[in-house]
């Protein structure tokens, strides 16, 4: 199938709300992982999200570093390799954070709008802005002029509010009060950007996240604080559970955990620390096993077909797309095809 369409994706994240389960979000590096993501949602016959970091946007590019540049050739990749697949795939940008702006989300959102106007359809079917570094009046503003942007690009807009821990490419976010978003400030998310007549958006909100490695029982999650905003906003709005939430910083969480808050609202949680290590342990295990086959070893030349790169991608790539198919099943996502 084709990537979804802005009315397919709205459909996407309306069911899985209305199902009772979240679509894992996987970050991609290059054409070879976009591929594993591809092969690993249809192994678990699985919709889903691949996003795209500020840090790999740039990647992407080679020595242009033009983040936009970058974001868009994989986009016509993926338009073009995911028609072979039967499952539904929305294309994302992940944290985004002001310094960034204007070198990557805002000329992508314009060239969106630009092809919507010309009767096309966008590349990418959501943006991340991360203005959890600034005060929240300002996230909140920027968050509201890029919601208008998003509208005319018929993209949806994911903020954060609230401050996940740790760092991931490069942003690094404290470890202190912060991970907590509290009711008040998710309420004035709600009256800066509405519950959905300004434009859609997904909240980040935050509630002990911590991206990185973590063993279970490090980070203090509190999945029951999604709920207790979810009902304090429902108060507010009439509208029942009225954020579609998303999981920042889940390596490590519980089964539990990931259930509590899915059953609040979450339906994007992204994946990313656990499918790198999956990727990478499967290239190390690799090559520790063949070092004198993949290197010229006292004087010798080695093993062509085991330094082929392809020798050691197919596996790396069955282990990554191994941990996407884990990541549905925990999210409850497989097996449930948009039709």
Request: glycine fraction near 10%; hydrophobic fraction near 40%.
């Amino acid at each position: 199938m084709p990537i979804a369409t802005p009315d397919e994706y709205a459909q996407m994240l309306d069911t899985a709300k209305t199902e009772h389960f979240a679509y894992p979000a996987i970050n991609v590096t290059s054409s070879q992982t976009l591929n594993v993501a591809l092969r690993g949602f249809a192994e678990a016959e699985s919709d889903g999200i691949i996003q795209v970091s500020v840090g790999t946007a740039q990647y992407l590019a080679g020595a242009a570093r033009n983040r936009a540049a970058g974001s868009l050739a994989l986009a016509a990749y993926a338009h073009e390799v995911a028609r072979y697949y039967k499952v539904k795939i929305a294309l994302h940008t992940d944290h985004c954070p002001e310094a960034n702006l204007d070198d990557w989300v805002l000329p992508l959102l314009e060239h969106s709008i630009q092809r919507v106007q010309g009767g096309q359809l966008p590349l990418y079917q959501s943006h991340m802005w991360d203005g959890s570094a600034l005060p929240l009046g300002k996230n909140l503003q920027i968050a509201r002029r890029l919601l208008g942007l998003s509208q005319q690009a018929r993209t949806i807009l994911e903020v954060e509010v609230g401050v996940v821990g740790g760092e991931e490419d490069g942003i690094v976010g404290s470890v202190d009060e912060k991970l907590y978003t509290t009711v008040g400030d998710a309420g004035r998310l709600v009256e800066a950007l509405g519950t959905g007549g300004n434009g859609r958006y997904l909240s980040a909100l935050t509630f002990g996240n911590v991206h990185g490695a973590y063993k279970p029982g490090k980070v203090k999650l509190r999945p029951a604080l999604l709920g207790e905003i979810q009902a304090a906003l429902s108060q507010q709005t009439g509208v029942d559970r009225p954020l579609d939430l998303v999981f920042h910083g889940g390596s490590g969480s519980t089964p539990q955990e990931i259930s509590d808050a899915v059953g609040h609202g979450v339906v994007k949680m992204n994946i990313d620390t656990d499918t790198q290590y999956a990727f990478t342990r499967s290239i190390a295990g690799y090559m520790l096993s063949r070092y004198d086959e993949v290197l010229k070893v006292d004087g010798e030349v080695g093993l062509k077909k085991s330094y082929d790169p392809r020798s050691w991608g197919t596996p790396a790539e069955q282990s990554m797309a191994d941990r996407v198919v884990e990541a549905a099943h925990q999210l409850g996502s497989a097996g449930r095809l948009l039709t």
